[in-house]
C-alpha cells in the first residue's frame, strides 16, 4: 500500500523459507532484486532469514504475473471479481457482472469460503467428500492499522516486533525494514482482539488501536491513519493436502492456496505448485 511518499506491507510482513522448491523461488526473486533478507530474528537472532520484497510485498504478485499478459492465447482480466462458476455444454462457464468466459479447467485461489460461494452461486455440485470438510475450514481474522508518522516510530531495530502476547501480534517500522522512504507503521491485532472488535464501529476501533499503540509510536505524531481488515488471514486447521480437486466435469476444477497443506506465503507458493501439476495430470 502507498500512501503520501510512504510504502506500507498491510498484510504477510516477511517470510521464511522451508523447502527446496521455495528457496529456489527466492533465489530467484534475490537475483531480480526483487526479495532481500530482511532480518535473522526481531527480538532474537535464530539463524532463519526473513525475507522481505524492495518496494512492498504486493510487487510479489506483480512479478509473478509479469510476462503473463501478452503471452500467446492468454487474456488476464485484473480487478475482476468472479461471481459465478457454472457447468456447461463446452466446459466451465465463468461469471462476472458484465462478462463471461468458457473454460476447459478452473483453479481458484481464493479463500475457501470466497471459492465456495462462486460454486454454490454457479450450481456447481462439489465432489464427493471433500463438501464437508471444505465447508467446516475455518480462518483467523486480522485487523491491521496503517499509520504514517512525522518521524521514525520506536519500533527497535530491525523494525519489527512479533509478539507472542498482548493486543498486538506483530508490529513493524516499513522504514526501519526499507520499503519506505518516509515513517510508516503496520500494527496486526491479535487474533483474539480481531474477532472480538470485529463487528465495532471501524472508526471507533482505529481510535482505540492507535491509542494502544502509542509505546510502539514514541514521540511520533500520526499524519494519518488507516483500519484494514483481514477477514481471511489463514486458516484455523489447514487442509491436509497442497490442492483440492473439487470437481471433474466439465473439467478439473481445482482449488488451493494458504488453506491448503500449511499457511502462509510459503505454503500459498507450494500450493500453487501442487494446482499445476494437479491440473497437468487431470486436464
Ligand atoms: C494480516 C496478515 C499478516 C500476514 N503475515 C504473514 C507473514 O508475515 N508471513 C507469511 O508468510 N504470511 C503471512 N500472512 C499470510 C499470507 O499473506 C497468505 O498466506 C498468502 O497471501 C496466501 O496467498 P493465497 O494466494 O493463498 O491467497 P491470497 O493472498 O488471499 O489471495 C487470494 C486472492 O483471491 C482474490 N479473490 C477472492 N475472491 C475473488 C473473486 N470472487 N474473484 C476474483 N478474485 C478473488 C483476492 O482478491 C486475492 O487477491 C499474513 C496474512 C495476513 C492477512
Request: charged share 20%; aromatic share 8%.
Amino acid at each position: 500500500m502507498r500512501a503520501g511518499g510512504a510504502v506500507l506491507d498491510h498484510g504477510a510482513q516477511f517470510f521464511t523459507v522451508r523447502s527446496d522448491a521455495f528457496a529456489a523461488f527466492v533465489d530467484e526473486l534475490a537475483r531480480a532484486e526483487l526479495a532481500y533478507e530482511w532480518c535473522r530474528g526481531f527480538e532474537v537472532e535464530d539463524g532463519y532469514p526473513r525475507y522481505a520484497v524492495r518496494g512492498g510485498m504486493d510487487r510479489l504478485a506483480a512479478h509473478l504475473g509479469a510476462g503473463l499478459a501478452g503471452a500467446e492465447g492468454v487474456e488476464v482480466r485484473l480487478g475482476t471479481e468472479v461471481a459465478a462458476v457454472s457447468p456447461g455444454a463446452e466446459g466451465w462457464r465463468v461469471r462476472w457482472p458484465g462478462g463471461q468466459l468458457t473454460a476447459a479447467a478452473v483453479l481458484s485461489t481464493a479463500p475457501v469460503p470466497r471459492s465456495l460461494a462462486l460454486l454454490d452461486a454457479g450450481g456447481t455440485e462439489l465432489d464427493g467428500g471433500v463438501g464437508p470438510g471444505l465447508r467446516a475450514l475455518e480462518y483467523h481474522r486480522v485487523l491491521a492499522v496503517l499509520a504514517r508518522l512525522d518521524r521514525p516510530s520506536a519500533v527497535p531495530e530491525p523494525g519489527g516486533r512479533q509478539l507472542s502476547d498482548g493486543l498486538f501480534s506483530f508490529v513493524a517500522d516499513n522504514q526501519r525494514k526499507g520499503i519506505s522512504a518516509k515513517p510508516a507503521v503496520t500494527l496486526h491485532a491479535s487474533h483474539g482482539l480481531s474477532a472480538a472488535r470485529w463487528e465495532d464501529d471501524p472508526e471507533a476501533t482505529l481510535v482505540d488501536l492507535v491509542a494502544e499503540a502509542r509505546p510502539w509510536l514514541g514521540d511520533a505524531a500520526v499524519l494519518d491513519a488507516e483500519l484494514v481488515p483481514w477477514r481471511y488471514s489463514g486458516p484455523v486447521e489447514p487442509w491436509p493436502e497442497r490442492a483440492c480437486a473439487a470437481a471433474v466435469a466439465p473439467g478439473p476444477l481445482v482449488l488451493a492456496g494458504d488453506a491448503f497443506g500449511g499457511p502462509k506465503v510459503e505454503g500459498a507458493f507450494l500450493s500453487g505448485l501442487a494446482a499445476a501439476e494437479r491440473l497437468l495430470a487431470d486436464g
